[in-house]
């Protein structure tokens, strides 16, 4: 019988997964709740049902008799496939037992107090009842979180308690749960680290500069640009895949996706900031576009040809890419578009890979729908110097006016590094 897989997720990211899939002669079908899905259009088969109905969609997989299931990008794709796979015997790198320590930020916080790594300090605290004791061993600036959010949803930046005591209620309206979390807040330098985990090892694929923007006061900065690779990729990555491996060693995972956002200063050294068992969305097409390392490949052949897995691992070097890469991304308030044309001649920059412009004009952007940005774009320049000066470009010159002429974008900004980082690397390595 050909080989069967179900590919859960249907959204402009999953396009390439099934492609690549029908392309090895996998029969594929594709699922999710959006019915417009442009991923269904590759897929030899295409269901409408909610990612969370996971009895169904298990019931749907002993129907089609699929040997596999994949999924990606985010983390409540994650978590209902490791429940599907569960209920439909399916292989998956994870159990469901596993999944607190992906998904819940208190089990996460608390593995990581219990073996000693480096994270913020942090307090769980009631939405209702507060008291200023629950707080008194951290540190402000504070971060409120829901416990059960991702995606930056309910994350307030606060400085003092009466913001606090604010930013509890806003937090809370986020989540049916009742606590949230409040942690100290870290301006250090931010990463976004990917690695595989095979027969227990934690292989590094890449570590990128993850750059963010402040938009106000309360707010939490916005994230503007990612770059591959790293311009302090030697600082951080030993200590960082240590306290991965060490994460994984508890966990108990043996293989899989294993990804960590994390902060990093000169005086203090790595702190986490989340861990997650799935690969970034929006961003894991540059580890292809920098290094000609497809993850799509890599979750294929998970599935259907470790050997492949394997040389794919041992034939990659993150400190060798053939060109630096980044993706910019535009957030906006939420207000009508009237006028994409900047935008869309941005499109045809000759640095520009792949733009993404996710709405038409007339529309309004909306908050945590299915289009995460307003736009981004794929950029590949030979060196990080040039790759600087065309994001300033586009930093500069990108306008989406409003029905009233006023700007939908928040306005991104340049970070600066350390007076000693090297940015002026070729292409061949850094």
């Not at 004791?133 to 951290?138: F, M, N, P, V, Y």
């Not at 829901?146 to 937090?171: C, F, M, W």
């Not at 330098?189 to 990917?194: D, Q």
Request: glycine share 6%; charged share 25%.
């Amino acid at each position: 019988m050909n080989k069967r897989l179900l590919i859960l997720g249907t959204l402009g990211e999953f396009e390439q997964l099934v492609q690549k899939a029908r392309a090895r002669g996998i029969y594929t079908i594709v699922c999710d709740g959006y019915p417009d899905g442009p991923a269904r259009a590759f897929a030899d088969e295409s269901y409408v049902i909610p990612v969370t109905d996971t009895d169904r969609i298990a019931a749907l997989c002993k129907e089609k008799q699929v040997d596999g299931i994949l999924t990606s990008f985010s983390d409540l794709l994650l978590e209902c496939m490791v429940k599907i796979s569960a209920k439909a015997g399916l292989p998956c790198y994870l159990n469901p037992e596993q999944l607190p320590w992906y998904r819940d930020k208190s089990a996460t916080r608390g593995l990581l107090e219990e073996l000693g790594l480096p994270s913020p300090g942090f307090a769980k605290i009631p939405t209702t009842g507060f008291a200023p004791e629950l707080i008194s061993h951290l540190h402000f600036p504070l971060v409120t979180k829901p416990l059960d959010k991702y995606g930056s949803r309910g994350i307030y930046v606060v400085h003092n308690l009466e913001e606090l005591k604010q930013a509890i209620t806003e937090t809370a309206s986020f989540t049916d749960l009742p606590e949230i979390l409040v942690e100290e807040y870290n301006d250090g330098y931010e990463f976004n680290m990917m690695t595989w985990v095979h027969k227990g090892n934690v292989h590094v694929i890449s570590i990128a500069d993850r750059e963010k923007t402040d938009i106000g006061p309360g707010e939490i900065p916005i994230s503007t640009r990612n770059v591959y690779p790293s311009c302090l990729y030697e600082q951080v990555v030993s200590p960082a895949a240590d306290l991965l491996q060490r994460y994984a060693d508890r966990t108990g995972q043996k293989e899989g996706a294993l990804s960590m956002q994390f902060f990093w200063k000169p005086e203090s050294g790595i702190q986490v900031c989340e861990i997650a068992a799935r690969f970034f969305g929006y961003e894991h097409e540059l580890t292809d576009m920098v290094y000609g390392f497809s993850i799509e490949d890599l979750l294929l052949n998970y599935l259907y040809d470790v050997p492949a897995l394997e040389q794919m691992l041992a034939q990659h070097d993150p400190r060798k890419p053939v060109c630096h890469g980044a993706v910019l991304y535009f957030q906006g308030r939420l207000l009508p578009i009237r006028d994409l044309s900047v935008p869309q001649k941005l499109a045809s920059h000759p640095a520009v890979k792949k733009p993404w412009i996710f709405y038409h004009e007339g529309e309004s952007v909306i908050a945590h729908g299915p289009n995460p940005y307003v736009a981004l774009y794929y950029i590949s320049c030979p060196s990080r110097k040039e790759l600087d000066q065309v994001t300033e470009e586009f930093f500069t010159t990108m306008i989406i006016p409003d029905d009233d002429g006023n700007e939908v974008l928040y306005r991104n900004q340049m970070p600066v590094y350390p007076a000693d980082t090297d940015l002026s690397g070729s292409g061949e390595g850094l």
